[in-house]
C-alpha cells in the first residue's frame, strides 16, 4: 500500500538524541506514557527497528518495532498533536512493512479498544483483529485489541 505522505515527509532512523522530544510527544498523546529509558532500551535492541517522522526538521511522529521470534511486534507509535491527519502515521507504518526485515513475516500490535481511527489505519495496512487483551492498559484497565498482519 503507498500512503499519501505529508509535504516534506521524511522518514529517517529514531537516534538517541531524538529521545527527548519523543519523550515530549509521548506524554502529549499517551495516557500511559513510555519514559525516554524505556525508548532507550527498544532502541538498544539488535532486532529492534524505531522510526522518525520528520517535518522541517521537526520531530512530527516515531515508530518502534521489535522482532519476537519469528514476528514483529509494533511497540509504540505516536504523532504529534500538531501533525496529525496529515499521513506521518501513514508514512511510518509504510515504511515499516516495506523494510526488507519486516516485509515478509507477521506484524503484531495491541491497540486501545477506544481508538477507533488508531484501528481503522491499522486496518487499511492489512491488519486484522485476532484477538483481545482484558484490562491491558493500566491507566484504565482498558481491553486492548491484538491485532495482526500477515505477509502478502
Known amino acids: 500500500m503507498t500512503a499519501a505522505r505529508a509535504p516534506g515527509l521524511r522518514v529517517r532512523r529514531l537516534r538517541y538524541r531524538d529521545l527527548a522530544e519523543a519523550g515530549r510527544i509521548e ?8 519514559r525516554v529509558r524505556e525508548f532507550a ?3 538498544s535492541k ?10 522541517d526538521d521537526d520531530l512530527a511522529g516515531y515508530l518502534v518495532s ?4 519469528s514476528l514483529w511486534n509494533l511497540r ?4 504529534a498533536p500538531t501533525h496529525r491527519r496529515r499521513g506521518i502515521a501513514s508514512g511510518l507504518l509504510e515504511t515499516l512493512l516495506e523494510h526488507p526485515a519486516v516485509a515478509q513475516t507477521h506484524v503484531v500490535l495491541e491497540v486501545r479498544e477506544s481508538e477507533s481511527g488508531a484501528i481503522a489505519l491499522y486496518a ?3 491488519f ?4 483481545r ?3 491491558f492498559y493500566r491507566d484504565n484497565l482498558e481491553d486492548a485489541v491484538l491485532m495482526c498482519r500477515s505477509p502478502p
Do not use: D, S, Y
Not at 486484522?128 to 484477538?131: E, L, M, Q, S
Open 27 to 34: 506524554r502529549t498523546v499517551f495516557g500511559t506514557p513510555w
Open 41 to 43: 532500551f527498544e532502541l
Open 46 to 55: 539488535p532486532a529492534g527497528i524505531g522510526l522518525a517522522a520528520v517535518v
Open 66 to 69: 521489535c522482532r519476537q521470534g
Open 76 to 79: 509504540n507509535l505516536a504523532v
Open 124 to 126: 487499511r495496512f492489512g
Open 128 to 131: 486484522r483483529a485476532v484477538g
Open 133 to 135: 487483551r482484558p484490562g
